[in-house]
């Protein structure tokens, strides 16, 4: 233990708070989540009418997953954090 830092109690551990995004970074984030999602779910919609692959194809199930992936991480965003 070095001079500088003051004595603990036994037992007791220092409580760290975790580092929040700022806000700069989480609407950045917010935004490219939400366009991945938008995109993907465009591809899904493409490939299974265009692209005439069916529904359980993975060209068509691989953007769907990934699109509900992005969808729920931008509503886990937008909701407050407790």
Do not use: C, D, N
Not at 22 to 30: F, H, P
Not at 62 to 78: K, S, Y
């Amino acid at each position: 233990m070095s001079e500088a830092e003051p004595p603990r109690e036994p037992g007791r551990r220092p409580r760290y708070e975790p580092i929040g995004m700022g806000g700069l970074v989480k609407r950045s984030a917010l935004v490219v989540y939400a366009l991945l999602a938008i995109g993907l779910a465009g591809l899904a919609v493409y490939m299974a009418t265009i692209g005439q692959h069916g529904l359980t194809s993975m060209y068509v199930a691989a953007p769907a997953i990934g699109a509900l992936w992005f969808g729920l991480r931008v509503f886990m965003m937008m909701g407050p954090r407790s």
